[in-house]
């Protein structure tokens, strides 16, 4: 439907406050300086301490690549739930999605932003799993996620897509 999907394109699908994020980070000087800097002009929101907020995709492409899944979806082709807790969801790796389009954008933005935000944790990011869930509360969708805990250095969610009430994620440790 959309192959244009398959490969990043840096200035249509990444939102300009993310792209501006990777590039004052990278920029020499001190990381603390930047992330201050970016704070101050409202890219960056720190929720607590490790936990940020800002934004990544753009709006144009969320609904490609909404589109994109939905195709998917609707094609009947057979496809690997991501994990136990997710029905509905589709391990991106399937589609063809990693080398084209998340492995420059895991690799070439994530990790910058990882790096300077979440030194504790990395010092770079070696691997990553990219899925998606669907949640529907009115079809026979997943409807709620259990607690569980993610072995991961580093997590990052993006809503590409629907409106809802609720859904809060919670992060504990």
């Not at 144009?60 to 029905?87: D, H």
Request: charged share 20%; net charge negative; aromatic share 12%.
């Amino acid at each position: 439907l959309h192959h244009e999907v398959y490969t990043l394109q840096p200035q249509t699908f990444l939102h300009e406050g993310f792209r501006e994020i990777v590039e004052t980070l990278k920029a020499k000087g001190s990381p603390a300086v930047r992330i201050m800097e970016l704070k101050s002009k409202g890219l960056l929101r720190e929720l607590r301490p490790g936990l940020w907020n800002f934004p990544v995709l753009s709006e144009n492409f969320c609904g490609l690549l909404e589109a994109e899944l939905a195709n998917f979806r609707a094609s009947g082709l057979p496809f690997t739930a991501p994990n136990s807790m997710n029905r509905h969801g589709i391990i991106l790796s399937e589609l063809g999605f990693y080398e084209g389009l998340l492995d420059p954008l895991i690799y070439d933005y994530v990790d910058v932003i990882a790096g300077r935000l979440l030194s504790a944790f990395t010092d770079g990011l070696d691997s990553y799993r990219g899925f998606t869930v669907l949640y529907d509360a009115v079809a026979d969708g997943d409807r709620d996620l259990a607690l569980h805990y993610d072995n991961a250095e580093v997590t990052l969610n993006i809503n590409i897509g629907g409106e809802w009430e609720g859904g809060q994620v919670a992060f504990y440790g």
